[in-house]
Structure formats: C-alpha cells, structure tokens
C-alpha cells in the first residue's frame, strides 16, 4: 500500500525561527514529489521535485528531494506569522501522476 | 496561469436531496481532473479520477452512483452527491493538471457541504 508519512504533525514555533517538515514516502512508480500549503481553503502549490540532490527555492522556502532514501524536506527560515498553516506532502505516482498526500504538518508561528 | 475555479464555495442541504459541484480551468485544458474530500483535520483523500469524454475512475470505497462525476469538456467537471446524508458533510476540492508542468496539481477553492 502506498504510504505518505509526515513529520512532525504539528509544530509551534517563534517569529524569526527556522523549521525543517519531514515527508517520507512509500509509493509504487514514483513520479514527482509535491509540497502544498494550506491555510482555510485548497492547498496553495510550493514545490514540485523530480530529481534528488537538487534544491528548490523560492523566497525562505527551500525544500530538496533524497530519492535513494525514499524523503524530502521542506524549510523555512525566518518564519513569520504568515507562514501559519498545514503543509503538505503529496507524492505523484503513475502515468496520471494521481497524487497521494500524507496528513500535513500543522505549523504554528506565534509572535 | 493555472487557474481551477470551482462553484459553490459552500453549500448547505437538507438530507436526501443531491448537490452539484462544478470544477472548472479557466486558462488551460484539462483532460485529467481528481476530486478529493477531506474531513476535518485530515488529509485529502482522493475519490476518483475524472477522464474527459469517459466514465470517472474511483477509488476503491468511493460509491460510483452516490458521487456521480461528468467530465463533459476540456473544461469543466462536475461532481454530484446524490441522496445526500449528513456523513457526506465535508470539504471537497477539485484539481487539474496544465500538462505543461508535468505532474504539477492546481486546486480549485473547494466546497464545504453541511448536510442537515
């Protein structure tokens, strides 16, 4: 069974702090591996990785893919109160790239 | 770009009656759409996949003729709950490949169903 497993499932951290959100993954014909963030409504798209060893960044976002051990992870630095809200980690598998996503890390960032 | 919309935002039915939601790419074509569900404080579980011009591909434990799924344009796809209960309450959201970026997903807003 395909299995998409996030840590930590929640986190609270300070303004200005840096956090690292784990995913690791257990999928049949992996294609690409995908951060979202959601805040109340649909997941907003972050990143989409392909290949290991290679980093994505955008802003204080920054997130790398390890396709040898099966992981990724997604960091902020200098957090703001604005990052607050659950990410997560979906992994496309198939010729259709269905996505499975595992259950989010909740990331509190208080002031 | 890469813009889904979906309609309504939140709708509110009485038991036994069915609702319609619509799933829409404004600015690309969509051949491939995946309606989701997700309960609170959960992740988001995918129901079925929806083929342009084809019958909807379900997961298992997803009840074809309860969800009823049309994926009659490049488009457009609708999802209806027929009979509704309120178990059915929750959000769902609808999303869409470009094409162009590969296995890259963009999300409509979703739709809060509240079952009375």
């Known amino acids: 069974e395909d299995k998409v497993v996030q840590s930590p499932l929640s986190l609270v951290v300070h303004e200005g702090d840096t956090v690292t959100l784990n995913c690791s993954y257990e999928?049949?014909?992996?294609?690409?591996l995908l951060w979202y963030k959601q805040e109340k409504k649909a997941p907003t798209f972050l990143f989409m990785l392909?290949?290991?060893?290679i980093e994505k960044k955008s802003g204080r976002l920054s997130s790398i893919l390890d396709k040898k051990e099966l992981f990724s992870i997604l960091n902020i630095t200098a957090t703001q109160t604005g990052d607050s809200a659950v990410y997560l980690c979906?992994?496309?598998?198939?010729?259709?790239?269905?996505?499975?996503f595992g259950k989010g890390t909740l990331l509190t960032v208080n002031p | 770009g890469a813009v889904v919309s979906q309609h309504p935002s939140w709708v509110i039915c009485k038991s036994g009656t069915s609702v319609k939601i619509e799933c829409r790419s404004l600015?690309?074509?969509?051949?491939?759409m995946f309606w989701y569900r997700q309960f609170p404080k959960q992740s988001l579980m995918l129901m079925a996949t929806?083929?342009?011009?084809?019958?909807?591909?379900?997961e298992q434990g997803v009840e074809k003729d309860k969800f009823l799924i049309n994926h009659a344009s490049l488009t457009l796809s609708t999802l209806t709950v027929t009979s509704a209960h309120p178990e059915d309450s929750s959000f769902y959201i609808c999303?869409?490949?470009?094409?162009?970026?590969?296995?890259?997903?963009?999300f409509g807003n979703g739709t809060r169903l509240t079952v009375t």
């Open positions: 999303s869409a490949r470009t094409g162009a970026d590969g296995g890259t997903l963009h």
């Open positions: 999928v049949t014909n992996f294609r690409s």
């Open positions: 979906a992994v496309g598998r198939g010729s259709n790239y269905k996505l499975t």
């Open positions: 929806s083929n342009e011009g084809s019958k909807a591909t379900y």
């Open positions: 392909t290949s290991s060893g």
């Open positions: 600015d690309f074509q969509a051949t491939t």
